[in-house]
């Protein structure tokens, strides 16, 4: 197998992939890639919920409200609107598909509604401490059981097809080259439209909450493509990420906060109220700031975050996957509070698209994490990125169905007769190590433009190292993302390098006021 064909091919199985090919498949033939199985993404490790308005006390301007809020001027308000007007109609989707949310049979609803930082109501939707799980196994087998779409396990994509590298006319997408990684050689894929649904870029950093396939690959391929890029300085770390050492990214949801979780230095004092009104229920980029101050003002490798004083009945029923996963490392948070630091969690920015999921290179679409449409300003908030994926991907779907298919033209195969086998895999895991060593220390939560210089200095040797590597050798799974996440750690510095201000999640020592006017960061490709 060679050479596949498809009317739509979608790279991806988070939410904003499966979301796609279901709108998709009852008149489509659609190809749906993803990099290790279907359901291993960061749509399946979400904790917390997704944010729609459903309560009768609830209200969309309120929604809106928190939203912009924690955008800190930034969002764009039309996205908003448009985002938050079709929540309910998303829920209301999923609850047709069979998605098992926590009832509560006592609630106007039905079903029992969380609040998170930065809402003004409880208005996130939740199965349990597990929903991201419990969405993408119900659509997954969907997906499985449904003719029109072909999954394409164990394949990662490794750069569009332009018109431009076809020597063609215009700036249009036709597919993508794909590494079959099982049987270790690349296929062309065509297709009438191409959507970059491959998620966010958590893994540039050294500490994140994001699963090992969180390489910012659409992100660097859209780039390479031609398309701009928006907002990438801003990159949420989430405050709660348990810490122990026998537990990688492991989340401590925002819920816990949300249901009445304090946080405490080693001695028990609550810090939070010092740091902001709001105390644990302020926005992450608040909370995981007052985190990082504390931890560096005293020296610690973590802070507590404390619900034991709530029955152990409560929290078992409201978090039973924490729960559990804490009691296997010998925390029972029933009696004891639960080790915690900030961590890499999720990436605002990404490449510009418009309310149709639409970017700069026709025929291409970018949808969920990867792109950016303006919802998330300076700082997403909480549970606002399962609700996009949905309402973005069926306005993506509906624009697709609606356009008609263009010829295609012939597309060579993947040429790599000039290269040969690696013989030094050192060199990967090396870089690899220091480019997310280099992003932690220099580009984190608080920020310096001495740091910064420092991180893009060291990137600009590795980018050059890698991309000879690249060129003289046969592709693996890991050099792959070792390029797009080089790739991305240079446009996350050089946006928060323009930036001349702390605003939302960028927070600059050296430019500690927030400017008058919000201006967006967006990075043109030289072409």
């Known amino acids: 197998m060679t050479n596949l064909k498809f009317d739509v091919l979608i790279i991806g199985s988070g939410l904003a992939g499966m979301t796609l090919a279901l709108h998709l498949a ?224 492991f989340l401590i949801s925002e819920a816990v906060r949300g249901e009445g979780g304090i946080l405490r230095l080693p001695d028990g004092t609550r810090f939070m109220p010092q740091h902001d009104e709001r105390a644990e229920l302020a926005p992450r980029d608040v909370v995981a700031r007052a985190i990082d101050f504390e931890m560096k003002k005293h020296g610690l490798d973590c802070v507590y975050l404390d619900i034991s004083y709530k029955p152990a009945s409560f929290i078992q029923e409201h978090f039973p996957n924490i729960y559990a996963h804490c009691l296997e490392l010998g925390i029972d948070i029933t009696q004891q509070p639960i080790p915690v630091v900030p961590a890499a969690h999720y990436t605002c920015g990404g490449l510009v698209t418009d309310l149709k999921g639409r970017t700069d290179v026709e025929g291409l679409y970018a949808v969920g994490e990867v792109a950016c449409t303006g919802l998330h300003g300076a700082n997403r908030l909480a549970s606002n990125s399962l609700l996009e994926c949905m309402i973005i991907g069926k306005a993506a779907a509906a624009d697709i169905l609606a356009s008609k298919p263009v010829k295609l033209p012939t597309m060579p195969d993947w040429d790599d007769s000039q290269v040969t086998d690696n013989d030094e895999e050192v060199v990967i895991s090396h870089n690899w190590d220091e480019l997310r060593r280099a992003m932690w220390d220099y580009v984190g939560i608080v920020r310096t433009n001495k740091r910064l210089e420092r991180a893009q200095n060291r990137i600009k040797l590795l980018s050059e190292e890698i991309n000879e590597y690249y060129s003289n050798f046969h592709i693996t799974n890991d050099l792959i993302e070792l390029r797009n996440l080089v790739q991305t750690a240079e446009l996350i510095v050089r946006s928060a390098l323009l930036r001349k201000e702390s605003r939302g999640l960028h927070y600059s020592r050296d430019y500690p006021d927030t400017l008058p006017e919000a201006q967006e960061t967006i990075l043109t490709p030289q072409q």
């Open 26 to 249: 009852e008149k489509k033939k659609v190809g749906l890639i993803t990099k290790r199985d279907l359901l291993e993404g960061s749509s399946s490790y979400a904790q917390g919920g997704i944010a729609a308005v459903l309560d009768n006390s609830d209200s969309i301007q309120e929604h809106i409200h928190d939203t912009l809020v924690a955008g800190a001027g930034l969002c764009n308000e039309d996205t908003t609107r448009f985002i938050v007007e079709n929540s309910k109609e998303a829920i209301d989707w999923l609850v047709d598909l069979g998605v098992p949310f926590t009832r509560d049979d006592s609630h106007q609803t039905g079903f029992h509604l969380t609040r998170e930082g930065g809402h003004s109501h409880r208005r996130i939707i939740h199965a349990a401490d597990a929903t991201g799980a419990a969405v993408t196994s119900t659509l997954g087998q969907k997906i499985k059981a449904h003719p029109n779409i072909t999954l394409l396990e164990d394949y990662i994509a490794i750069d569009v097809i332009t018109s431009r590298k076809l020597g063609l006319e215009g700036k249009r997408c036709f597919g993508v080259y794909a590494l079959d990684k099982i049987g270790d050689h690349v296929i062309t894929i065509a297709a009438n439209h191409t959507i970059l649904a491959s998620g966010g870029a958590g893994k540039v950093y050294l500490y994140t909450t994001n699963p090992d396939t969180a390489t910012g690959d659409g992100i660097a391929m859209g780039w390479r493509a031609g398309c701009r890029v928006g907002n990438m300085e801003f990159i949420q770390f989430h405050p709660t990420c348990l810490y122990h050492p026998h537990s990688k990214s």
